[in-house]
């Protein structure tokens, strides 16, 4: 029998904050499998990176000044305040002025671990990362698996010359395409742009004239997943060379959560019927004589 959570429902989700049942669960799993063996078919290694990011390496990253509706803090309360919390009998907030200071925050997305671990690297050959991270956004609104507090971000990531990120963010494009033609998914690709750029930078002009944000969006509006192309900035910040230049960096990323909610809207409320989907669409990609798999032969 399907294990499911409150009244029946596949998930609740509350306060933008979600708890999977026992099939979705599976389902997020399963789709994360797919995700990081693309990434593995692709060269890339996987890397785990720390749950916390320090304000002040984001800070060298335009973070604050771009994404400040964003920032989630990770704070402690002052030891002044121990005592006073240790008698009241019940605790619904903590309030601001009862924390001290923090130096670090919450990550947003998952490659900017990838980034700062290897601030400062002369790489000698493109290198390509797969990571999962739970990403946080202080969000005006949340909607069920489509836009939470909290969720999972698979990425994958490279860092090497311009053309080396360019044809990794195309393969990327491209197994999306196939794998949601696969599922019946049918997502739009829409042109999206992210505020990396302060105002006259040439590469605000770059942006304008390349994507270097293109979203894959479900029927319902729900973007599932992205190719982001950031041009040289990382490596600028980072300090990260390649070729004796500042490093290039792109990343696909997939929301899980996002990915789930398209697939069990898609299966009229099955998650199990979601997943078998799932995993016959990877196992067709995978066939001998298809696109993704005649590219690994050749690579």
């Avoid at 294990?3 to 708890?19: I, M, Y």
């Avoid at 990343?251 to 299966?267: I, K, M, Q, S």
Wanted: aromatic share 10%.
């Amino acid at each position: 029998m399907p294990v499911t959570t409150k009244a029946g429902a596949p998930w609740v989700v509350k306060d933008g904050l979600a708890t999977l049942g026992h099939e979705a669960t599976a389902l997020l799993h399963t789709l994360d499998a797919v995700f990081a063996s693309w990434g593995v078919q692709e060269g890339a290694g996987t890397m785990d990176f720390p749950p916390l990011l320090a304000a002040a390496d984001l800070s060298r990253l335009d973070y604050f000044r771009n994404f400040p509706h964003l920032v989630s803090v990770v704070g402690r309360l002052d030891s002044g305040r121990w005592a006073g919390y240790a008698e009241q009998a019940e605790v619904t907030t903590v309030r601001a002025g009862d924390l001290a200071d923090t130096g670090h925050v919450l990550p947003s997305a998952a490659c900017y671990g990838a980034y700062l671990h290897v601030a400062g690297d002369e790489l000698t050959a493109p290198l390509r990362v797969t990571t999962v991270a739970t990403c946080h956004r202080a969000e005006q609104e949340y909607h069920g698996l489509r836009r939470l507090g909290a969720f999972r971000m698979r990425e994958v990531i490279c860092i090497g010359g311009a053309e080396d990120v360019r044809g990794h963010l195309a393969a990327f494009r491209q197994r999306i395409h196939d794998f949601a033609g696969r599922l019946g998914l049918g997502l739009t690709r829409e042109r999206a742009s992210d505020p990396f750029f302060r105002r006259h930078d040439a590469r605000q002009l770059f942006q304008a004239l390349e994507p270097v944000k293109e979203e894959f969006s479900y029927g319902d509006g729900t973007a599932v997943a992205s190719t982001n192309y950031h041009l040289n900035f990382f490596g600028e910040r980072c300090g990260i060379t390649y070729a004796g230049r500042p490093a290039f960096t792109g990343c696909a990323a997939f929301g899980l959560e996002r990915w789930v909610h398209a697939l069990v809207d898609l299966h009229a409320g099955d998650p199990g019927r979601a997943r078998e989907a799932v995993e016959e669409a990877a196992a067709a990609m995978d066939a001998p004589g298809t696109a993704a798999a005649d590219g690994r032969e050749r690579a």
